[in-house]
């Protein structure tokens, strides 16, 4: 069965500071894996994706995300954070041969001035 | 380029009625998927439509059902509302690339209250 586990509900970092959002995935064949941003009363916004190749991939206003295959991991990552990085962060995942999207139960990422 | 809409933005319905809540893809996408998401939680996957077909569908009940219309706009039915109905209704559009590699875009999401 597939699933996801994003570990922690919160995640607080000062402006400025290096940010990691953790995610951890379980599939039975490839995975694909994604991630989204949720903003207040908006909806989901596309981050960044790992489908195959390059284990470290760029995505959106600065995010990174690095595939780790031996730790069934897609942490998400950004070097300096901003205020305006508040918000709550969806891990999803797919199977290669399997159109169903897993989320995660999200982590709301607190950034303070 | 219009991203994907989705009508109603609220809904406010009674136990045992029927819902149908709509949604257009972005344009130049052919494959929309609906999910259910309840306060606090990720999204769930209810199903997706590919060329006016369902194509897959997740772990809901006969009682959600949708249709797919040629120019790839989507409904998605709710027959005999319960309270655990109640949650954010979201449609995502794609490109039918393989099987799953492509990005999904959501709309803002229909409001479903049951009382």
């Known amino acids: 069965a597939q699933s996801v586990a994003q570990p922690e509900d919160q995640v607080n970092v000062a402006e400025g500071n290096p940010l990691t959002v953790k995610c951890t995935y379980s599939?039975?064949?490839?995975?694909?894996l994604f991630w989204y941003v949720q903003y207040p009363n908006r909806g989901l916004q596309f981050l960044l994706k790992?489908?195959?190749?390059d284990n470290l991939v760029k995505g959106s206003y600065g995010f990174e995300a690095e595939f780790n295959k031996s730790q069934t991991s897609f942490h998400l990552k950004k070097p300096s954070a901003l205020v305006s990085d508040s918000a709550l962060y969806f891990c999803?995942?797919?199977?290669?041969?399997?159109?169903?999207?897993?989320w995660g139960a999200g982590t709301k990422l607190i950034i303070k001035p | 380029d219009a991203g994907v809409t989705q009508s109603p933005t609220h809904l406010i319905k009674t136990r045992g009625q029927q819902v149908t809540l709509r949604c257009s893809p972005k344009?130049?996408?052919?494959?929309v998927s609906w999910y259910q998401q309840a306060l606090g939680q990720g999204p769930q996957f209810i199903f997706q439509?590919?060329?006016?077909?369902?194509?897959q569908r997740g772990n809901f009940p006969d009682r959600f059902s949708g249709h797919q219309f040629p120019n790839y706009s989507s409904e998605l039915n709710v027959n005999a509302l319960l309270l655990g109905d109640s949650a954010l209704y979201l449609c995502?559009?794609?490109?039918?690339?393989?099987?799953?590699?492509?990005?999904?875009?959501f709309g803002p999401g229909t409001r479903l209250t049951v009382t």
């Open positions: 790992y489908i195959t190749g």
């Open positions: 439509y590919y060329e006016e077909e369902e194509r």
């Open positions: 344009s130049g996408h052919d494959t």
């Open positions: 599939v039975s064949g490839n995975p694909y």
């Open positions: 999803a995942v797919r199977d290669s041969s399997n159109y169903q999207l897993i």
């Open positions: 995502a559009s794609s490109l039918a690339v393989g099987t799953g590699g492509s990005e999904q875009y």
